[in-house]
């Protein structure tokens, strides 16, 4: 063996053990995500099924804030006349589709905006809604979230600490975001 083949060996078998050691808990979420059914019903690459008559796509490239985000899906992304909004989730069953689509086109786990943001306050009440009208009957915030921190933060991120933690913050800040559409 030629001293530059011996180094080569030993630079994969290093990476074979350190790609095994880092990936443990994500190749956990790629076997539960292994299944995720692809969107058959709408045009364009990375769209997801969700829920029954929905489909979702995570846009990791553009980071825009949550007015912005919001735009970006209803002025760009629409299906036999459904215009897209930032996706809505009602269920952990929703949760689950939506966290990975996120983890197949990122799994560094960044936060992500999703629909749901602050219309209402006073005092210790805090109302929020869905950007496409549906009802807000599912949370899954972070411990200890939301906190209106400051009385500034008013719309809502994903990926807070881990998969699929809600937590508020300012809406002029910048991140992907995932659209969904009736289909
Ligand atoms: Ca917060």
């Given amino acids: 063996m030629r001293p530059a083949e011996g180094i080569a060996i030993l630079l ?7 790609s095994d050691s880092a990936a443990a808990p994500t190749t956990t979420l790629d076997e539960f995500c292994k299944n995720l059914p692809k969107c058959e019903g709408i045009a364009g690459e990375g769209w997801f ?6 489909c979702l796509k995570a846009f990791h490239t553009t980071y825009l804030n949550f007015e912005d985000a919001e735009k970006a899906c209803t002025q760009h992304i629409s299906h ?9 989730i009602h269920s952990k069953a929703e949760l689950d589709q939506v966290v990975c689509a996120m983890h197949k086109v990122t799994p560094g786990r960044p ?3 999703i629909g749901l943001h602050l219309t209402f306050y006073v005092e210790n ?25 400051n009385e500034e933060e008013k719309c809502i991120e994903t990926n807070y600490y881990s998969w699929g933690r809600w937590n508020d913050v300012n809406c002029a800040f910048t991140r992907p975001y995932v659209c969904a559409v009736k289909v």
């Fill in 12 to 18: 994969l078998v290093g990476m074979m053990f350190m």
């Fill in 49 to 54: 099924r969700l829920g029954e008559g929905r």
């Fill in 80 to 88: 036999n006349n459904f215009t897209a909004h930032l996706v809505s």
């Fill in 111 to 113: 936060p992500y905006w």
């Fill in 125 to 149: 009440n805090l109302i929020y809604d869905w950007t496409d009208g549906t009802q807000h009957m599912f949370d899954n915030f972070a411990y200890n979230q939301p906190n209106f921190f």
